[in-house]
């Protein structure tokens, strides 16, 4: 079945520690994205990767990081968190030229 | 920044009623997509929008893009209580690949 995975969906963590969150898709697509959507403020973009290697910022980069070594793998990195980190966030992917993005589940975490 | 806006944040309607949301952007765009998303899910793709002035149906949703690739909306006509949910508007430049998404208009629906 084609899709996008994130791990966690859920994660309670504490100012500072760093975290990890992961997103695969297995349909082998180039453009894969990060979003967080916060409540009034819709959904606003983190990074993005158009190929392995290939990472640009979106509207909201301070604090995450991000890497794409394989095409499949699109980890989002907070070093050290904060309370305002605390959000809903998407990880997505599409065909470099097709109009659709897939969206993963979400990764819901709370920074205390 | 570039900026999306969308009205209105929240509609109720009594099914069977049309809704409309509309979308307009501060730059003009390259393209513009819509999503629905589920109360609890992630957001879902439902169309794309390219060309000046394009009109795109499906069943009984009917998308528009402006004539000036600034705005657009999404119209549904009759609405039936699965079209709950969030609709948003997400405009992309020209050549850029970010994404700007609007800030949503949650649909209800009366039965």
């Known amino acids: 079945e084609a899709q996008v995975t994130q791990n966690p969906r859920y994660l309670i963590t504490v100012t500072g520690k760093k975290l990890t969150v992961t997103c695969s898709q297995n349909?082998?697509?180039?453009?894969m994205s990060w979003y967080r959507q916060d409540p009034g403020l819709g959904l606003r973009q983190i990074y993005y990767s158009m190929n392995v290697e290939v990472t640009d910022k979106g509207d909201v980069p301070e604090g995450y990081k991000v890497s794409r070594k394989e095409k499949r793998n699109f980890p989002l990195i907070l070093e050290s968190p904060s309370p305002n980190q605390t959000s809903l966030y998407f990880c997505a992917s599409r065909q470099y030229n097709a109009e659709t993005q897939y969206f993963g589940p979400g990764t819901r975490l709370l920074v205390l | 920044g570039q900026q999306v806006m969308q009205i209105p944040q929240y509609q109720h309607v009594q099914e069977g009623e049309d809704f409309t949301t509309y979308c307009n952007s501060s730059?003009?765009?390259?393209?513009i997509q819509w999503y629905k998303q589920r109360p609890g899910g992630h957001p879902v793709f439902l169309i794309q929008l390219v060309k000046s002035g394009e009109v795109k149906k499906q069943k009984r949703l009917t998308f528009q893009f402006g004539e000036a690739k600034k705005n657009s909306s999404l119209h549904i006509t009759a609405t039936q209580t699965t079209d709950v949910g969030t609709y948003f508007c997400?405009?992309?430049?020209?050549?850029?690949?970010?994404?700007?998404f609007g800030t949503g208009t949650r649909l209800k629906v009366l039965a």
């Open positions: 349909m082998n697509h180039e453009y």
């Open positions: 997400a405009g992309s430049r020209s050549g850029t690949y970010k994404y700007i």
């Open positions: 730059t003009t765009l390259s393209n």
